[in-house]
């Protein structure tokens, strides 16, 4: 049987579509409200959007969530770098959204969204890049508590760098966070790339 397309112009779904959004560019799937049907997380790392102080491609990411009769476009939650809640602020080419993944990182029996935001600009840092994590509740992804994570905090050793695009990808091992910055400078090499490992 032939299954349903979803888009940024499907009724339910956050934002409009548009050239150069990407929708689908990482897709991930969990049980992000725990009940017993498997979510969808979809990036929208070109996501166009304008506000007072920015306007161009800023990144978003939808979340479109399970049912017994399958991916449903009802109770979709939009999110973007300017959502409440939500760390750091929506800027051009922060590609918001380039990478998502999905694991139960609280251990508290709801899947948590995982976005990778490379293009994060870290004080004077071009592209030093950017991690958020929203946690999943009954009533699905919520930006309450947001963990926003970047190379130079204190949880890890390395520095945010222009250009290491930390967030680029990501994976879990059980509840801890696996980030890979491939722009990454070592001894003076660009590009030579480094991964961080956050435990929980």
């Known amino acids: 049987s032939n299954g349903p397309i979803f888009h940024q112009n499907t009724g339910g779904i956050g934002g409009t579509a548009a050239a150069g959004d990407r929708f689908g560019a990482s897709v991930a799937s969990g049980d992000i409200n725990n009940d017993g049907f498997d979510d969808v997380i979809v990036g929208v790392p070109g996501e166009y959007r304008c506000w007072t102080r920015v306007c161009g491609a800023v990144g978003a990411i939808n979340v479109i969530y399970g049912t017994a009769a399958g991916l449903s476009s009802a109770g979709d939650h939009y999110f973007t770098q300017n959502s409440s809640g939500i760390g750091g602020v929506s800027a051009v080419g922060d590609e918001f959204g380039a990478f998502v993944t999905s694991s139960d990182i609280n251990d508290d029996g709801f899947a948590d969204v995982i976005i990778g935001a490379p293009g994060e600009r870290i004080s004077s840092y071009n ?32 520095t945010s760098q222009t250009n290491a695009r930390f967030g680029t990808s990501i994976a879990t091992i059980g509840k801890d966070l696996i980030i890979g910055a491939p722009g990454t400078t070592i001894s003076g090499a660009s590009n030579a790339g480094a991964i961080y490992y956050l435990t929980q």
């Open 127 to 158: 592209d030093a890049g950017a991690v958020h994590v929203l946690y999943g509740t009954a009533n699905g992804t919520t930006t309450t508590d947001d963990l926003y994570l970047y190379a130079s905090q204190s949880a890890f050793t390395g």
